[in-house]
């Protein structure tokens, strides 16, 4: 799974799997002990963290909407998986 950004203790990760061609955009959340996925709308597939944290992780998914796209079409492509900046305030 590649880490595409680390910010208030998160560590953002995306990936595609080839025998899923037809799985839904979504990244991985990493937070201490606790796990979630969202779809790259920001809508939970699985898991949970805790409601400050996903409410920074909502903003930052909104702020890089684009580029998280981008960075599914490279997973999807096989390609190397591009880096996304952190949150900012």
Do not use: C
């Not at 680390?6 to 990936?15: A, H, L, P, V």
Request: net charge positive; no cysteine; aromatic share 8%.
């Amino acid at each position: 799974m590649g880490s595409i950004a680390r910010f208030s203790g998160m560590i953002i990760m995306m990936y595609h799997e080839k025998n899923e061609p037809h799985s839904n955009p979504h990244i991985h959340v990493r937070n201490q002990d606790e796990a979630a996925s969202y779809n790259i709308n920001g809508t939970l597939q699985e898991g949970s963290i805790h409601p400050q944290k996903e409410k920074k992780l909502k903003k930052w998914m909104a702020a890089h909407s684009d580029e998280l796209k981008l960075a599914w079409n490279d997973a999807y492509h096989d390609k190397p998986i591009r880096k996304i900046g952190p949150f900012e305030k």
